[in-house]
């Protein structure tokens, strides 16, 4: 027996004509009649009496509207709870960030509060210095810092959140004992801290005031750190003049732990972007949090919003 028939039988009775029932529907009113009368083949029995307008029950089409109604209602009502709880953002949403970026706090309060947002909505986080294969190992987005464009590839979505600043910055203390640079030139006579060996022999760029091309500055750091997350600290501890990203720093330039050295000076800012797997149907978790990261851009240092697009 068909419960889509018995459904249009029951919307029929309710609606008082095949004509009402078939556009409640949307379907034509010869499908509405074509099902009922199947219904009626199927039970052997004479549910409507028609007229040539109208129709009424027979006394076996009262009984199964009776005791059919009620389930009716309550299939209908499943299904839209269903439809709802899709819609609702649940599950977990993993995601992946470089390693410095999501052990600062901009990154940390603005998942923190999704979390909150989404109580039904777990988050797993992957630190690491790579660009994971979304697709390949099931992640729903990441959060990439980039110089040059992404690469454009198939069944990759790519949305730009905004620059992400650098500067130089180092110590009040530091200063009153090294005094404050003048000029990048000045810079290789500084106890300086990088983040690598390689950033260190290649020197820093940095952009001239009202020029748009970077010139290298030598640098000979006294601290090379594998990871920029551990700069901050060392800068605030006295280390030297440090090349770090604004977002890394905001905390303690507020407290006056830190402050910019030549910020007429601006080191090429990178690019801040999410990217998530094309897909015809976005999980509803996915789509949430990138309205809410949209929402928080400014959150993360980025005070360039972008569009929908590849950068």
Known sequence: MSLEAIGTFVVAVEHGSLTAA???????????????????????????????????????????????????????????????????????????????????????????????????????????????????????????VHARPLDDRAGLRVRRLGRAGCGLYASPAYLERHGTPQHPSELVHHRTVSVSHAEAAAGWPLVPPGATEAQIVPVRPHLVASSIGFVPAALVAGAGIGFVFDLL???????????RVLPEWSPPSPTMSVVWPASRHTAPRVRAFLDFLGTHEHALGCPTAGANSQP
């Open 22 to 144: 078939a556009r409640a529907l949307g379907v034509p009113k010869s499908t509405v009649s074509r099902r009922i009368v199947r219904l009626e083949a199927e039970l052997g029995v004479e549910l409507l009496r028609r007229t040539a307008r109208t129709f009424r029950l027979s006394e076996a089409g009262e009984v199964l509207y009776r005791r059919s109604a009620p389930a009716v209602r309550d299939l209908e009502e499943a299904a839209r709870s269903a439809r709802d709880a899709a819609a609702q953002p649940t599950g977990e949403l993993r995601m992946a960030a470089p390693l410095d970026l999501g052990s600062a706090y901009p990154l940390a309060s603005v998942v923190s509060a999704f979390t909150q947002a989404y109580p039904q909505v777990r988050v797993s986080i992957d630190l690491a210095d790579r660009f994971v294969d979304l697709a390949g190992e099931g992640y729903d987005l990441a959060i990439r």
């Open 249 to 259: 720093v905001r905390d303690h330039v507020a407290a006056g732990r830190l402050v």
